[in-house]
């Protein structure tokens, strides 16, 4: 049992690969850009959009910045965002936000 425990606490911490985000193997809330525009920052909307995945082998949602575009009601979309959460692998939710008028 011992043997297996390190076989697979070794195999976790040697797999790592570089990812376009921070990634932590045991947990993981990042908060990071996905575009801004050229028109300034200042905005009056914001629209969110949410997918969750669960075990990593089941994952529902619409994160797309279209889906969140709408849900603020933005026709103009001054910047993106997204945010990431995920535990273990086991329970991951995905937020993308929409700033605009």
């Known amino acids: 049992m011992t043997c297996l425990v390190l ?14 985000y921070p990634y932590g193997a045991f947990y993981t809330e990042i908060k990071a ?19 969750t995945s669960v075990l990593g082998l089941v994952a529902t949602g619409d994160a797309s910045i279209k ?7 933005i026709s103009r979309i001054k910047y993106v965002d997204y945010d990431a959460r995920n535990i273990l692998g086991i329970f991951g939710e995905y937020t993308t936000t929409v700033y605009g008028d």
Request: with cysteine; aromatic share 4%; proline share 5%.
């Open 7 to 20: 076989t697979v606490l070794t195999a976790a911490f040697l797999s790592g690969c570089a990812t376009p």
């Open 33 to 51: 850009p996905v575009a801004a525009g050229s028109e300034g920052l200042s905005y009056s909307k914001v629209g969110k959009a949410k997918a």
């Open 67 to 73: 889906a969140a575009a709408e849900d603020g009601k």
